[in-house]
T-cell receptor
Framework: KAGVTQTPRYLIKTRGQQVTLSCSPI?????VSWYQQTPGQGLQFLFE???????NKGNFPGRFSGRQFSNSRSEMNVSTLELGDSALYLC?????????????FGPGTRLTVL | GESVGLHLPTLSVQEGDNSIINCAYS??????FIWYKQESGKGPQFIID?????DKRQGQRVTVLLNKTVKHLSLQIAATQPGDSAVYFC??????????FGTGTRLTIIP
């Protein structure tokens, strides 16, 4: 079974631009979570989607948004990019709706904001 | 707010020795704990998990210990190998809440 895939793997943007990242969960997994990873803050939870509905949300500004499609694929969008948005963005999927299900991570998208 | 932290940010262990990575958590309601391993350039990889109704769980070369009295979690890796070099994260959750990750411990295996 293929793992979680994320595209693109690397991205360079400039301040003020917007970006969309994509995540395809493991086949059959219905929940997708997004995390931001930086050296200073570690892994920070962004949001979680289950059955196209946002179930949990972290403490990030409204510039960060996401959605999930009927096939469980998910996208996250960051508008008006800031230098501090440079990070590794990780997507994780779980089979069901329970927060206690094991999360399987993708390789991440490395975003650099210049 | 609740937090999950690690006692040591870095750990160096001789190849073949056992290593112990520690984690403290503050939410007494947490009922599920996971250890992840993250190698350079990769996403976190699930190692082992434990639920709050257990105090020990063993996998292949790894053991997780949970002490709910002092809210402490540890990961023991037996007979370390060069491939064990990575950053290790503990994470906690309860109910359907989001996972909260610790800051990570970098484990370096010395040949």
């Amino acid at each position: 079974k293929a793992g979680v895939t994320q595209t693109p793997r690397y991205l360079i943007k400039t301040r003020g631009q917007q970006v969309t990242l994509s995540c395809s969960p493991i086949s059959g997994h219905r929940s997708v979570s997004w995390y931001q990873q930086t050296p200073g803050q570690g892994l920070q939870f962004l949001f979680e989607y289950f059955s196209e509905t946002q179930r949990n949300k972290g403490n990030f500004p409204g510039r960060f948004s996401g959605r999930q499609f009927s096939n469980s694929r998910s996208e996250m969008n960051v508008s008006t990019l800031e230098l501090g948005d440079s990070a590794l963005y990780l997507c994780a999927s779980t089979p069901g709706a329970r927060g206690t299900d094991t999360q399987y991570f993708g390789p991440g998208t490395r975003l650099t904001v210049l | 707010g609740e937090s999950v932290g690690l006692h040591l940010p870095t750990l160096s262990v001789q190849e073949g020795d056992n290593s112990i990575i520690n984690c403290a958590y503050s939410n007494s309601a947490s009922d599920y704990f996971i250890w992840y391993k993250q190698e350079s350039g990769k996403g976190p990889q699930f190692i082992i998990d434990i639920r709050s109704n257990m105090d020990k769980r063993q996998g292949q070369r790894v053991t997780v210990l949970l002490n709910k009295t002092v809210k402490h979690l540890s990961l023991q890796i037996a007979a370390t190998q060069p491939g064990d070099s990575a950053v290790y994260f503990c994470a906690e959750t309860f109910g359907n809440e989001k996972l909260t990750f610790g800051t990570g411990t970098r484990l370096t295996i010395i040949p």
